[in-house]
């Protein structure tokens, strides 16, 4: 019995369950020092333009642009899609700040909506009450990488004449009834944070689907600059034209994220094993009326992202994340409504106005999810998990 117990706390000081961990395929390494001897390393050359190509091939996508980071990729999407002073935007209250701030830069208002338990992402039905003559843009989230209700909320837009752009942070390789995500509204935004299933540290894209954008996006990615042009030869000299900031990717960190994206199908198998464990282990929880659980519906098929767990109570939760922390297992709380924030309170809103999603917020905890989270070390997070669950929920 000593050596047994001695075993298993020796087992819990090596091991250790971080939220998130970089993958690395093995070829990242060789195409950055290529990137490197190429002494070609801002945006759009080589290796960036190999990433765009594969993009539109593999998903369909209109033009891509690479940016800095998603926050970068929508604060574009924003100028795009001429969002003025006084406008007002549809998002969910629960997502990150980056959506919110790339409509408050431009001046415009966001208009918070409640989100559906299933899947956290906006509450469809719940749109066109906000919409009102100020309207002009829904910004939807695809949460955990669960694909929002594309069709309805293309379907409202177009009804009412607004623009969408599709916060896909967290959902590319991920299918909406056949289609990406990403390839149907007019502008969508993705990640490549270390956090994402396909990362270079800190990296984006904005794909413009509405081709008669895209002139406009080739400006605004070069400073509001018409460099574009003389570099296809079509002028001598290039000037400043119109707003525009440095929408541009580094040429090093495209060939960091060539590598990820060239190996997507394989990164999605070995998540898609995280995914199947935690169902597993949670379900029954979930049928006891203990918790909830993520539940896409059939017509989409995930890339994996993320995985969820909404609690009965906000005190099952808190004990859940400290017990998990005691065994070096580190699940997170997710976000903090943007409605409720300090930023929210600027704009009128109180966390009573959207209290299905405040009340959600409060008990929702994301698992550790990452693609090395496999064999021993997913072993020891779902008995370590199975263990906590069992102190507080006791047979």
Request: hydrophobic residues 40%; aromatic residues 10%.
């Amino acid at each position: 019995m000593l050596i047994a117990f001695i075993l298993v706390h020796i087992r819990r000081i090596i091991i250790n369950i971080p939220f998130n961990l970089p993958y690395l395929t093995g070829a990242e390494e060789s195409y950055l020092l290529e990137a490197l001897r190429s002494r070609e390393h801002c945006g759009n050359r080589e290796f960036a333009q190999k990433c765009i190509a594969l993009l539109q091939e593999r998903y369909g996508f209109g033009s891509v642009f690479l940016t800095p980071s998603c926050t970068a990729a929508m604060e574009m999407g924003a100028i795009l899609a001429d969002l003025q002073p006084g406008d007002e935007v549809i998002m969910p209250s629960y997502t990150f700040s980056s959506t919110a701030n790339a409509i408050v830069l431009r001046g415009a208002r966001p208009v918070f909506c409640d989100v559906a338990p299933d899947t956290m992402n906006i509450d469809v039905s719940r749109i066109e009450a906000l919409i009102t003559p100020r309207t002009k843009m829904i910004a939807p989230i695809d949460y955990a990488g669960i694909p929002c209700d594309m069709d309805a909320i293309q379907q409202i837009a177009g009804k009412h004449g607004l623009t969408v752009m599709q916060d896909a942070a967290q959902s590319l390789h991920s299918i909406y009834r056949g289609k990406p995500c990403g390839s149907q509204a007019p502008l969508a935004a993705f990640s490549f944070h270390e956090s994402k299933n396909f990362s270079c540290g800190e990296g984006g894209a904005l794909v413009v689907n509405d081709p008669a954008l895209v002139e406009r996006a080739l400006i605004l990615q070069e400073k509001g600059t018409d460099r574009a042009l003389v570099l296809k030869g079509a002028k001598s000299k290039y000037s400043w034209v119109d707003l525009g900031s440095s929408y541009l990717l580094s040429d090093l960190l495209a060939a960091v994220l060539l590598a990820q994206l060239q190996q997507a199908e394989e990164i999605t198998v070995q998540r898609s094993r995280i995914t199947e464990a935690y169902y597993r282990l949670f379900t029954s929880y979930e049928q006891k009326g203990c918790l909830s659980l993520p539940h896409p519906s059939d017509d989409v098929t995930l890339n994996h992202h993320a995985y969820f767990v909404i609690f009965d109570r906000t005190e099952s939760q808190q004990l859940f994340l400290s017990l998990c922390r005691q065994k070096s297992i580190y699940p997170y709380t997710g976000y903090l409504p943007l409605h409720s924030s300090v930023m929210g309170r600027k704009f009128g809103y109180q966390p009573e106005d959207l209290s299905l999603t405040e009340a959600l917020a409060s008990r929702i905890v994301r698992l550790p999810f990452y693609t090395d989270l496999q064999g021993e070390q997913l072993e020891y997070c779902l008995e370590g998990m199975q263990g906590v669950l069992g102190r507080i929920y006791p047979c």
